[in-house]
Structure formats: structure tokens, C-alpha cells
T-cell receptor, first 113, second 113 residues
Framework: GDSVTQMEGPVTLSEEAFLTINCTYT??????LFWYVQYPGEGLQLLLK?????DKGSNKGFEATYRKETTSFHLEKGSVQVSDSAVYFC????????????FGKGTLLTVNP | NAGVTQTPKFQVLKTGQSMTLQCAQD?????MYWYRQDPGMGLRLIYYSASEGTTDKGEVPNGYNVSRLNKREFSLRLESAAPSQTSVYFC????????????FGPGTRLTVL
């Protein structure tokens, strides 16, 4: 079945540091890939997405590239801010008639001033 | 345009009590979902409804029932609550045509004593 593996957290960084959160997946077919973000006390929000190999999703300074050869979708940001402190979830949808998202376990990011 | 709304925000139950969590969306989406979020487990799909009039089990359906009341509303019922059902519950919706992006509500924090 489909599965998503994210790096274990928590991750603690200083403001302006470089961020990478690793995500690898196993899926049938040609999945779409997502990063969702959950700020404290809130629901999940879509951060970025990529629907085919070599696509790069980007939003709010975050980027992730869909790498089919390594089945990965790592999240990166060049300079994090305190306001980026949140839980980040990698997810996939394997498409076709399957409407379901499969989530990773989430990575807690804390950015200190 | 409120997006996805959930009621209540918080609930405390005693073991054996029943309750219904309500979810509504105003985006004219066809598909709706119920997830639970537990520490270290990410989000797990309980039930989903691909379209009005259909419901299907997800990963962890035991102890829950759902009703897709109409296109807007999708409720989750706990018939006899157990401490293992203490969790944060999220409702989500997606447009079938797009298939790929889910929009989440703010969540219901449920404690079963």
C-alpha cells in the first residue's frame, strides 16, 4: 500500500538557518505529492504540491522537488523565520479513483529568534 | 466563505457515552473525509465520502459511524466512546474534479475519561 516516511523531529533551528525536512514515499501508480503545515491550535493548510516527476512546488519561500528516481519530496527553505514554527506533514495521493491522502507522521519545527 | 467548519471545538465524554461531531463545507466539494490525529501517528483516515450518497472505511473505522447528510455535511458518530478515542478529529473536503487538494477544518479536541 501507499506510505510516507518523514524525518523524525523535533527540529530546532535559529532564525535565518537553512531548513531541510526529508520525505520519501512508496506508492502505486503516479502519485501527487504535498506538504501541509499545521500551526499551533489550527487545522492543516496546504503549503505546496507537485503532481508529476521533476515538478517543483513552491510557496512562502518553501520549495520541494518531486524526484521519481529517489521517490522523494524533501522540503527546503533557505532562511527560516520564527513564524515558520509549526508541524509539517508530507502526504501523497496515488490518483485514479483514489481520493485519499496518505500522510507522514509529521515533523515539528521550532525556530528560535 | 467559511471553508470547512467543525463543531464542537472541544468535548469531554465519559466512557460509554455517545456523541456526533459535525462538519460542513461551503465550497461545493464532492468529497469529504474524517481523520484523527494522535501524537507520533500523523493523521489517519477514519471514513471518507467520495460523493454524496457514498461512504467508505478508511484505516481506522472501528468504533465510528458516519453520515453524509447532503453535499455540504458529513458527520462522525461515536456510539460508545472509549478512552482510546481520545484524539483530535479533523474533517476535510476536496473537489472531485481536482482530486488532489484537501481543505481542512480547525479540528475537534475530544477527551474520553
Amino acid at each position: 500500500g501507499d506510505s510516507v516516511t518523514q524525518m523524525e523531529g523535533p527540529v530546532t533551528l535559529s532564525e535565518e538557518a537553512f531548513l531541510t525536512i526529508n520525505c520519501t514515499y512508496t506508492a502505486t501508480g503516479y502519485p501527487s505529492l504535498f506538504w501541509y503545515v499545521q500551526y499551533p491550535g489550527e487545522g492543516l493548510q496546504l503549503l505546496l504540491k507537485a503532481t508529476k516527476a521533476d515538478d517543483k512546488g513552491s510557496n512562502k519561500g518553501f520549495e520541494a522537488t518531486y524526484r521519481k528516481e529517489t521517490t522523494s519530496f524533501h522540503l527546503e527553505k533557505g532562511s527560516v523565520q520564527v513564524s515558520d514554527s509549526a508541524v509539517y506533514f508530507c502526504a501523497l495521493n496515488s490518483g485514479g479513483s483514489n481520493y485519499k491522502l496518505t500522510f507522514g507522521k509529521g515533523t515539528l519545527l521550532t525556530v528560535n529568534p | 466563505n467559511a471553508g470547512v467548519t467543525q463543531t464542537p471545538k472541544f468535548q469531554v465524554l465519559k466512557t460509554g457515552q455517545s456523541m456526533t461531531l459535525q462538519c460542513a463545507q461551503d465550497m461545493n466539494h464532492n468529497s469529504m473525509y474524517w481523520y484523527r490525529q494522535d501524537p507520533g501517528m500523523g493523521l489517519r483516515l477514519i471514513y471518507y465520502s467520495a460523493s454524496e450518497g457514498t461512504t467508505d472505511k478508511g484505516e481506522v473505522p472501528n468504533g465510528y459511524n458516519v453520515s453524509r447528510l447532503n453535499k455540504r455535511e458529513f458527520s462522525l458518530r461515536l456510539e460508545s466512546a472509549a478512552p482510546s478515542q481520545t484524539s483530535v478529529y479533523f474533517c476535510a473536503s476536496s473537489d472531485r474534479l481536482v482530486l488532489i487538494e484537501q481543505f481542512f477544518g480547525p479540528g475537534t479536541r475530544l477527551t474520553v475519561l
